[in-house]
C-alpha cells in the first residue's frame, strides 16, 4: 500500500489549512493511500543552525526525518505568511534534510526521488498561492518529484461550511483530483 503523510503547516486552532489537510488526508485514503498525519505542533524544533545540529541534533528532528523517510510521498499544506510559506513549515523541511548516522552531504533520505503534492488555504483572493510557488522550489531542491496539480482555496474564511467541507465543488473536485495524482505517482515511483 502506498504511504503518504499529510504535513500542515500551521498549528492555529480553527486553521483553514488544517481543515484543507483533513480533506486532503480523507482524499488520499479514499484513493488507497496509507495515510500519516503530521501535526508539527508537537516537535520540538529549535530554529536550525549548523552549530546546533554539530553539538546536539534535536531527538524530534530525527522524529520527523524518520517519518517523511518511511513515507512514499508527502502533502505539504501550507498557509502563506507574507507571499512565503510559514516559518514552522521551513524549519521543519531544512531539519529532515540534514544528514544522519553516516549518510552523505546530499542523502536527503527523507525526501529524494518522492512525489510531493501542495496545497494552500487563505483569505486573500490568491488563496496561498505565492506560498506554494516558494514550497515548490524549495521540495525541487531537496529532489522531490511535485506533481504540478495543485489546489488554493481563496477567501478561506467564507469557503468551508460548518463541518469543515468545501461549499464550491471546483476546489472539492481539485482536492480528489490531487490526491489520486499524488498516489498514483508515488506508487509508481516506490515501484
Known amino acids: 500500500?502506498?504511504?503518504?503523510?499529510?504535513?500542515?503547516?500551521?498549528?492555529?486552532?480553527?486553521?483553514?489549512?488544517?481543515?484543507?489537510?483533513?480533506?486532503?488526508?480523507?482524499?488520499?485514503?479514499?484513493?488507497?493511500?496509507?495515510?500519516?498525519?503530521?501535526?508539527?505542533?508537537?516537535?520540538d524544533l529549535?530554529?536550525?543552525?549548523?552549530?546546533?545540529?554539530?553539538?546536539?541534533?534535536?531527538?524530534?528532528?530525527?522524529?520527523l526525518k524518520g517519518i517523511f523517510a518511511v513515507q512514499d510521498g508527502l502533502l505539504f499544506v501550507s498557509p502563506e505568511?507574507?507571499?512565503?510559506?510559514?516559518p514552522l513549515l521551513k524549519n521543519a523541511i531544512d531539519w529532515a534534510s540534514r544528514p544522519t548516522g553516516d549518510e552523505g552531504l546530499v542523502a536527503l533520505t527523507a525526501y529524494?526521488?518522492?512525489?510531493a503534492a501542495i496545497m494552500s488555504?487563505?483569505?486573500?483572493?490568491?488563496?496561498?498561492?505565492?506560498?506554494?510557488?516558494?514550497?515548490?522550489?524549495?521540495?525541487?531542491?531537496?529532489?522531490?518529484?511535485?506533481?504540478?496539480d495543485q489546489v488554493v482555496v481563496p477567501n478561506a474564511h467564507a469557503a468551508f461550511d460548518?463541518?469543515?467541507a468545501l461549499k464550491e465543488a471546483l476546489p472539492a473536485s481539485l482536492v480528489d483530483?490531487?490526491?489520486a495524482r499524488l498516489v498514483a505517482v508515488a506508487r509508481a515511483l516506490a515501484a
Open 1 to 43: 500500500m502506498t504511504s503518504l503523510a499529510v504535513i500542515v503547516g500551521s498549528t492555529r486552532e480553527g486553521s483553514y489549512n488544517r481543515a484543507l489537510g483533513d480533506l486532503a488526508a480523507a482524499s488520499l485514503a479514499a484513493h488507497g493511500a496509507q495515510v500519516t498525519r503530521v501535526d508539527l505542533g508537537v516537535f
Open 46 to 63: 529549535p530554529l536550525y543552525s549548523a552549530a546546533l545540529e554539530a553539538t546536539a541534533f534535536p531527538p524530534d528532528a530525527l522524529k
Open 81 to 86: 505568511y507574507n507571499g512565503s510559506l510559514p
Open 112 to 115: 529524494r526521488g518522492k512525489a
Open 121 to 148: 488555504a487563505s483569505i486573500s483572493p490568491f488563496g496561498g498561492l505565492r506560498g506554494l510557488m516558494h514550497l515548490r522550489q524549495i521540495l525541487s531542491t531537496v529532489q522531490m518529484l511535485v506533481i504540478p
Open 162 to 164: 460548518a463541518a469543515g
Open 177 to 179: 483530483m490531487t490526491a
